[in-house]
Structures are given as structure tokens and as C-alpha cells.
């Protein structure tokens, strides 16, 4: 069982372009995450899904979109990036979504770096 | 406004003895707390959790203790190893809203 898988490991980007972050999850888990981290800052909540074709805002959302089509998989894109989007990307998974107690467990991350 | 705060960046501890990491909070809605441990290149790894119904937590050589009254919990390993050597980060959720809210994490070195 792989858990959460993300692509690519790592990326360098000018700036304007757009850009795709792929998670997926083999654990039918409900709920998906996204959250990037910077030093000094943590990880921040991006964007969620608590169910497959519903999606929601996170903390710092402006900039980015996601779309949960399916359960399995949660894309991350970037229309247009800026070098401030320069972070570690994680994506995450958790079981039931918005429910009390409910673990997230996290993928392996994308280094993304836009000049 | 950090909501979640570790206060102490790094922290450096010989192998054998306790490690003892600290987490403050300022919201008292909060009311279920998670540890993650996460290395170098590698995501977050769940390690521990503590309802507000509980004020201890223990597996095996990781303990969590939660004083509500103080907003502020902690995380003891003990004994402690040097493959425990990385990043924590607490974690902290505001009521079945799974929007987990972190702090800014604190690096623990075990010396052997």
C-alpha cells in the first residue's frame, strides 16, 4: 500500500507559468489537503475536500485551485505562478473529513521553486 | 496571529534522557491536539493526539500532556534516541472542522 503520492518530487518554475501538483491516495480515504510550508511559518492549509466533488478554502487559497473528481485524486494548480509560491507542498489525506478526531496523514511533499 | 504557537525553534537533548517540547494556544475552542514528527525531505508522520477530554496520552515512549486551563501542551520522550532526531510540529483542530491549524515546529537533535 503506497498511502499518499505526490508528483512531481521537485520543480523549478518561471514565473507566469502554470503549474500541476498531483496527490493521490489508495487508502479511500474521504478527505483530501493541501498545504504548503515555509520556513518560520509552518504548514498552512491551503485548500480541502472533505468528499469526492466538493472542495473548500483553506487559510491561504488565493493563487491556487483544486478539483476533487474522484475520491483517489486531489490536483493542485497554480494558473499563474509567482516566486512567492516558492514552498514545500504537501498533500494529505484523512478518513472522514470534518468529523471529530479524524488523523490526517500526509504525502512525501513537492519542492516547487518559482523564479 | 500565530493561534498555535513552539516557541523554543531547536532543542538538543543527550540520548537516554527526556525530551520535552512545548505547545501554547491561544484559542479555547480548539479541542483535539495532534504531534507530527516529520525528517528532512519526508512528510509529516503522525506521532501522537490528545482529546479535551483527556489531559494525558501515552504510547510507548511518547507521552502528550494537555493543560486546558493554561492553553498549553506538551510532548515527553522518554527515553530518548537519536533516531528521534527531526521536526515536530503540534497541531491543533477547532471542532470537527479538520482545518488543523500547526505551529511552527521546533527541531530536536538527540546527541549520542
Known amino acids: 500500500i503506497a498511502g499518499i503520492t505526490q508528483a512531481p518530487t521537485s520543480q523549478i518554475l518561471a514565473a507566469g507559468r502554470r503549474m500541476t501538483l498531483r496527490c493521490t491516495q489508495d487508502m479511500r480515504h474521504n478527505a483530501m489537503y493541501w498545504y504548503r510550508q515555509d520556513l518560520g511559518l509552518g504548514l498552512r492549509l491551503i485548500h480541502y475536500?472533505?468528499?469526492?466533488?466538493?472542495?473548500g478554502k483553506g487559510e491561504v487559497p488565493d493563487g491556487y485551485s483544486v478539483s476533487r473528481a474522484n475520491t483517489d485524486d486531489f490536483p493542485l494548480t497554480l494558473a499563474s505562478a509567482v516566486p512567492s509560491q516558492t514552498s514545500v507542498y504537501f498533500c494529505a489525506s484523512s478518513e472522514l473529513g470534518g468529523s471529530w478526531q479524524d488523523t490526517q496523514y500526509f504525502g512525501p511533499g513537492t519542492r516547487l521553486t518559482v523564479l | 496571529d500565530q493561534q498555535v504557537k513552539q516557541n523554543s525553534p531547536s532543542l538538543s537533548v543527550q540520548e537516554g534522557r527526556i525530551s520535552i517540547l512545548n505547545c501554547d494556544y491561544t484559542?479555547?475552542?480548539?479541542?483535539?491536539f495532534l504531534w507530527y514528527k516529520k525528517y528532512p525531505a519526508e512528510g509529516p508522520t503522525f506521532l501522537i493526539s490528545i482529546s479535551s477530554i483527556k489531559d494525558k496520552n501515552e504510547d510507548g515512549r511518547f507521552t502528550v500532556f494537555l493543560n486546558k486551563s493554561a492553553k498549553h501542551l506538551s510532548l515527553h520522550i522518554v527515553p530518548s534516541q537519536p533516531g528521534d532526531s527531526a521536526v515536530y510540529f503540534c497541531?491543533?483542530?477547532?471542532?470537527?472542522?479538520?482545518?488543523?491549524?500547526f505551529g511552527t515546529g521546533t527541531l530536536l537533535a538527540v546527541q549520542p
Open positions: 484559542n479555547s475552542m480548539f479541542d483535539y
Open positions: 475536500s472533505n468528499t469526492a466533488g466538493t472542495t
Open positions: 497541531a491543533a483542530d477547532g471542532g470537527a472542522t479538520n482545518k488543523l491549524i
